[in-house]
């Protein structure tokens, strides 16, 4: 079954079949999946830059695991190990529903993608249109008003307050860390 596209979100790759009845050994991308308990259904496609031309074909989980690099997981649909061995390298996707957070929860990136970036000491900001990592920590990449795009780092101390009614992420940014440039 093919499924709408934009009610998925990527979080893994297919890295192999794992032993002989069909499972599946899964790299999830961030390194943890506290959504596991939760998984029923997931999504397996090729990556494609265009939503609209990526197709997600549908399986029911029938067993997974945790494995200390992702997961294993046993599904209705895959019998056997040749079954398993062609869907290596497929993009793996989930209900975007099991990445929502919950009040007092730490949030997950993608649910402040769109959302309005204030530095509460300059007033200025801009949209975080995507992230990024330095190794380190998450950053966030913030679009400005005249297109160029600036990264910033997305950590406990910097954070003033995430408003989810107006969209809008207030942090309060140390003095030189942004170029006058980017301001």
Do not use: C
């Amino acid at each position: 079954m093919s499924l709408n596209p934009s009610a998925w979100k990527k979080v893994g790759k297919i890295k192999s079949a794992h032993g002989l009845k069909g499972e599946l050994s899964v790299f999830v991308f961030s390194g943890e999946a506290s959504w596991l308990k939760k998984l029923k259904q997931f999504g397996l496609g090729i990556d494609h830059e265009n939503d609209l031309q990526r197709q997600i074909v549908s399986y029911t989980v029938d067993g997974a695991r945790q494995t200390p690099t992702g997961l294993i997981l046993k599904t209705l649909e895959i019998e056997d190990r040749t079954q398993a061995e062609k869907l290596k390298g497929q993009i793996f996707y989930i209900p975007e529903e099991l990445l929502r957070s919950q009040a007092g929860e730490t949030i997950f990136l993608h649910e402040i993608e769109g959302f309005q970036l204030i530095d509460v000491v300059s007033g200025q900001g801009g949209i975080i249109s995507g992230f990024s990592s330095n190794g380190v920590q998450d950053l966030l990449v913030v679009t400005r008003e005249d297109g160029r795009q600036v990264e910033i780092p997305f950590v406990a101390p910097f954070i003033v307050k995430i408003d989810f009614k107006s969209e809008t992420l207030q942090m309060k940014l140390p003095e030189g860390l942004l170029r006058p440039e980017d301001l």
